[in-house]
């Protein structure tokens, strides 16, 4: 079958100011797994990666023309619903036989609310590889209601067009174990690897791309909605299989730094042990990031990174309130935070400090505390999110208990201070813009978070971030001057991830 594959974003449009900072990008892995997959069984598969390569309508609409799918997959998060739904239309005008099919984390939250959306044919809770490839099978079988309801994993109506006739969900789809059996990314269907923006933080080398070498996460913070999307169950892939990838990605794409998008990647101390042994073993030269949680480093592990390449850990720390980390499960606290951190930057890598602002029960007093906390520990960079309440997290059902759950227009899913989904009480739109941004300022008035910074931007043998860096400064110093907003440093530093 002819199956495409869409990462949606939105459709260029002209009037809107551009950002200040190419977005960040980031190759859609999921979508290549699924692609790969479905390409080892015989099927032929595209990918658009329309947050990559935007396209306006009537391109869109000519190019799903030219390909014919009998099968769209499309990757949807909360915030892309609404453009989602349009390319749907854009493709049953293209091409009224085919399927349309959405997966990914806004589905995995909010299943019945996908399925019972007209746009749509189903919607696919779960890993996409198996079940797509289970879904071609039923469609190919001549498809028909009861026959894709049997298809674990997938949710749809009896009648797609009619949200109120009867939902049909088929039992759920047990994780993927062997993470190993499964084909690497189909990253050749993607647009070249290095023309994909990453923000200027998340590589030191260039060129950059991402890597995902586990899945699942069992924590239980409130606000994540990671265990919707690929489980409780941590597994992962072995270290051989890690390293063979980056060796493939350096030998076919010239790659010089990976970012290990994991959740957590140093959850399974031995295995994270063996990476750094077969990359020594191996004589690989490579530079190196990862995100985790600060509970699941020690200081042997962290040395051996360091050995092995790694540069920089993002760490999740959220809040710097004793009482707020207990509140949202974080399953830490701030000594162990500081504790950590300080053995990571012993160890001779960077840390970068990921916050939130306006838990639920977020009171000025504890932003000041998180504000403080960041400024105080050793790290050389971070950001402060807006917290939103994504559909499927524990977060979202208490919200509302909380604050102000303004939830309705899926447009606002960005984490914008202007449009926050959920206001907590006692807080308020105004300010949360404004504590925002003096978070920012107050953690880069050191003298040397802003030397880190300009080195960041400066690109050492990067003749592409130099450029970059100095084509960003341009457009701060111009909208610094004359822009409406003022203070734009805050803008410039919410990195996506
Ligand atoms: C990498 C990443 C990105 C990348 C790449 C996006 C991509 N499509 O891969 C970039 C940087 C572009 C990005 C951007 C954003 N992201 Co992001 N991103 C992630 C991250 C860290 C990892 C995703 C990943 O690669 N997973 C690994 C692969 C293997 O898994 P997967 O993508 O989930 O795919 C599997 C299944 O979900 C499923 N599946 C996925 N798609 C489909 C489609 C079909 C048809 C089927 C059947 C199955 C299926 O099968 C796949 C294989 O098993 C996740 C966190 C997380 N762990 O999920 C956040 C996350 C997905 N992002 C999130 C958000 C909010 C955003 C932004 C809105 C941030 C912002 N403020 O700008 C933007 C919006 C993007 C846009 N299109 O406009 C949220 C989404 C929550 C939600 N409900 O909306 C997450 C969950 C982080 C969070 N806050 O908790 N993101
Ligand atoms: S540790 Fe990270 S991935 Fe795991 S539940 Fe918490 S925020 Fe989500």
Request: proline content about 8%; aromatic content about 8%.
């Amino acid at each position: 079958m002819r199956v495409l594959l869409v990462h949606p974003a939105d459709f260029p449009d002209p009037a809107r100011r551009p950002p200040l900072l190419p977005p960040n990008q980031a190759p859609p892995l999921g979508l290549a797994y699924i692609a790969a997959f479905l390409r080892q069984s015989g099927h032929d598969v595209a990918i658009v990666d329309l947050k990559h390569s935007p396209q306006d309508r009537p391109e869109l609409q000519a190019s799903i023309a030219a390909f014919a799918p009998d099968v769209l997959g499309m990757g949807l998060y909360t915030v892309t619903v609404p453009v989602a739904e349009e390319i749907a239309d854009l493709c049953r005008a293209a091409a009224p036989s085919c399927f349309v099919v959405v997966g990914g984390p806004h589905p995995a939250g909010a299943p019945e609310d996908c399925a019972r959306n007209p746009h749509f044919d189903a919607a696919a809770v779960g890993e996409g590889e198996v079940m797509m490839l289970d879904l071609l099978v039923a469609l190919e079988a001549g498809g028909g209601a009861d026959r894709l309801a049997a298809v674990p994993g997938l949710w749809l109506c009896r009648d797609p067009r009619d949200a109120s006739s009867e939902l049909l969900k088929a039992p759920p789809r047990g994780w993927i174990d062997d993470l190993d059996s499964l084909p690497w990314p189909a990253r050749d269907l993607l647009p070249p690897l290095d023309s994909y923006a990453m923000t200027m933080f998340q590589y030191r080398e260039w060129p950059a791309t991402t890597i995902y070498t586990s899945r699942g996460c069992p924590y239980s913070c409130i606000f994540c909605e990671r265990r919707e999307i690929l489980g409780n169950k941590f597994r992962v892939h072995g270290p051989g299989h890690v390293v063979d990838e980056i060796e493939h990605l350096q030998a076919e794409y010239g790659i010089r730094e990976i970012f290990f998008y994991d959740d957590t990647f140093t959850l399974d101390h031995r295995r994270v042990m063996q990476i750094c042994e077969e990359i020594l073993r191996r004589g690989v030269k490579i530079s190196w990031n990862i995100s985790t949680h600060v509970n699941t480093v020690d200081r042997e592990l962290l040395h051996a990174m360091r050995k092995a390449g790694c540069w920089q850990i993002a760490y999740g720390i959220e809040t710097g309130d004793p009482r707020v980390m207990q509140d949202i499960m974080k399953g830490t606290d701030v000594s162990t935070v500081r504790e950590r951190i300080t053995w990571t930057t012993d160890a001779g890598i960077e840390a970068k400090g990921l916050f939130m602002i306006g838990h639920p029960t977020d009171t000025p007093e504890s932003i000041d505390r998180t504000i403080e906390f960041a400024r105080s520990l050793p790290i050389a960079s971070a950001n402060f999110k807006i917290t939103t309440p994504f559909v499927g997290t524990p977060l979202r059902d208490m919200a509302a208990d909380y604050g102000e759950l303004a939830a309705d227009d899926y447009r606002n899913y960005m984490g914008d201070p202007t449009q926050a989904v959920f206001v907590a009480n006692g807080l308020t739109h105004e300010y949360l813009m404004g504590v925002q941004r003096r978070a920012y300022y107050r953690f880069y008035s050191r003298p040397g978070r802003l030397l880190r910074l300009a080195r960041s931007m400066a690109g050492g043998r990067n003749v592409s971030k130099w450029v970059d860096g100095a084509r960003i400064m341009t457009r701060l110093a111009r909208h610094q001057a004359f822009g409406p907003e003022g203070g734009v440093l805050p803008r410039f530093l919410e990195f996506e991830h």
